[in-house]
C-alpha cells in the first residue's frame, strides 16, 4: 500500500528557508516520479517541483532559483528545500507519486498518489 505522509511544514518570515519531508511506504522512491505540489486557499493545485527516477527535475517557473527538490534513496524520502520565501508561497503543500519512472509534467491529474500534506505560511 502506497503512503506519502508529509512533515516539515510551519510559520517563518518573508526572506526565510522550511525544508519538507516526505516519507514513503509500500515501494521506492527511487523507482517512480515523484513531486510537490501546493494549493492555496481558493486557488487550484499547482505543481512546484518533480524529479523522476533518473534524478531530472523540472521546477515551476515560480520557485526557479529559490526551490530545490531531492531524494534520499537510503531514507526513502523526498524532500523539498525553500529558501528565500515570499508569501505568495504560503499554501497547503503536498507530496505525489507518479504511476511512471517518467515525469510527464506538473499536472496535479497525472499522480495518483497524495499525502495529506503540510501547512508553509510566510509572513510579510
Known amino acids: 500500500q502506497v503512503q506519502l505522509v508529509e512533515s516539515g511544514g510551519g510559520s517563518v518570515q518573508a526572506g526565510g528557508s522550511l525544508r519538507l519531508s516526505c516519507a514513503a511506504s509500500?515501494?521506492?522512491?527511487?523507482?517512480?516520479?515523484m513531486g510537490w505540489f501546493r494549493q492555496a486557499p481558493g486557488k487550484e493545485r499547482e505543481g512546484v517541483a518533480s524529479?523522476?527516477?533518473?534524478?531530472?527535475?523540472t521546477y515551476a517557473d515560480s520557485v526557479k532559483g529559490r526551490f530545490t527538490i531531492s531524494r534520499d534513496n537510503a531514507k526513502n524520502t523526498l524532500a523539498l528545500q525553500m529558501n528565500s520565501l515570499k508569501p505568495e508561497d504560503t499554501a497547503m503543500y503536498y507530496c505525489?507519486?507518479?504511476?511512471?519512472?517518467?515525469?510527464?509534467?506538473?499536472?496535479?491529474?497525472?499522480?495518483?498518489?497524495w499525502g495529506q500534506g503540510t501547512q508553509v505560511t510566510v509572513s510579510s
Open positions: 524529479i523522476n527516477s533518473i534524478g531530472s527535475t
Open positions: 505525489a507519486r507518479d504511476r511512471s519512472w517518467r515525469c510527464t509534467g506538473l499536472v496535479a491529474a497525472v499522480f495518483p498518489y
Open positions: 509500500g515501494y521506492t522512491v527511487r523507482t517512480y516520479c
